[in-house]
C-alpha cells in the first residue's frame, strides 16, 4: 500500500461526541501540533505524529488504504466495517489496538414503549431501520430471527414513526433520543467506546517504534485515568 514514512498519521472525528476526547488524550500523551489554516491536518511539532481530522465512518477505509496508521473511532464503527469486508469476503484490514475508556454507548435493539417486548423472536417478518446492517444482520442470524434490514445513514429513531420500519438498531448514550421518540432498548447487541485502530500487523519501518512509544505513553496516561 502507502510508501514508507517516517511520521505517524492518526485520524481522528473532525467534530462530534470523540473528537475533544480524542485530542485531549493525544496531548496528555505529550503529542501537540501546529494548526493549519483549514484544521484538517495537524502537524506534530513535538514527535513526529500528525492528525487529520475527518468523518469518523472514513476511519477504518483510511487504516485499510494506508493513508492513515492510526485512528481513534467507536468499536461500533470499526466492529460494522469489518463484518461489511468480511461478508464480501474480503481479508481483515484492521483491528482494534486499544480500548479508551470513552464515548461509551451500545448498539441497541430499541422498539415503541408499547411493545411488550418478550425476546428476539419478535422481530420475525419485522422491518428493522438501522446504520449498522452488518452487525443487525450477523446478529439476526445468529438469533436465527428472518426480519428485514432497513438501511437509513441517520436519525434512524425516526422510522417507527414515518412507517418505516416497526424496530431501530442504533446507538445509545444517554437514551435521550430513544425516549424523545417514544422507543425503549431491549436488547444489546455491542457494548461500544472510543478505541485505538490500527491496521492487522506491525509497521516494518519507523511508524513501528513510533506506535510503540505512543502505546506506551497511552497505556499510562489510561492507567492515571482509570
Ligand atoms: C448518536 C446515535 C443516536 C444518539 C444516541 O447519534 O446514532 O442517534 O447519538 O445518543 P443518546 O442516547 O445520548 O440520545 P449522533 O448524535 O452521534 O448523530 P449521528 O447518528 O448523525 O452520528
Ligand atoms: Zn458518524
Ligand atoms: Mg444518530
Do not use: H, M
Request: aromatic share 4%; charged share 25%.
Amino acid at each position: 500500500s502507502a510508501a514508507v514514512r517516517d511520521r505517524l498519521r492518526i485520524a481522528i472525528q473532525k467534530s462530534g461526541r470523540l473528537a475533544d476526547p480524542a485530542r485531549q488524550l493525544l496531548a496528555a500523551c505529550g503529542l501537540s501540533w501546529r494548526e493549519s489554516r483549514d484544521r484538517l491536518f495537524c502537524y506534530g511539532e513535538t514527535l513526529p505524529v500528525d492528525l487529520l481530522l475527518v468523518r469518523d465512518d472514513d476511519i477504518p477505509g483510511l487504516i485499510a488504504d494506508g493513508v492513515c496508521d492510526l485512528g481513534v473511532v467507536g468499536r461500533n464503527v470499526l466492529l460494522e466495517q469489518d463484518g461489511d469486508r468480511r461478508g464480501n469476503g474480503r481479508a481483515p484490514a484492521f483491528r482494534e489496538w486499544r480500548a479508551l475508556g470513552f464515548g461509551g454507548c451500545r448498539l441497541a435493539i430499541a422498539v415503541p414503549d408499547a411493545w411488550q417486548w418478550q425476546g428476539p423472536q419478535d422481530l420475525a417478518g419485522k422491518r428493522i431501520a438501522t446504520s449498522y446492517p452488518a452487525l443487525l444482520t450477523q446478529w439476526l442470524a445468529q438469533q436465527g430471527v428472518d426480519a428485514q434490514v432497513v438501511l437509513l445513514s441517520g436519525s434512524v429513531e425516526i422510522a417507527p414513526r414515518l412507517g418505516q420500519a416497526e424496530a431501530i438498531c442504533d446507538l445509545v448514550s444517554s437514551g435521550a433520543t430513544l425516549s424523545a421518540n417514544q422507543l425503549k432498548a431491549v436488547q444489546t447487541l455491542v457494548e461500544s467506546e472510543a478505541v485505538l485502530a490500527g491496521p492487522v500487523d506491525r509497521f516494518d519501518d519507523v511508524r513501528g517504534e513510533l506506535a510503540d512509544l505512543l502505546l506506551r505513553r497511552l497505556d499510562g496516561a489510561l492507567r492515571v485515568r482509570n
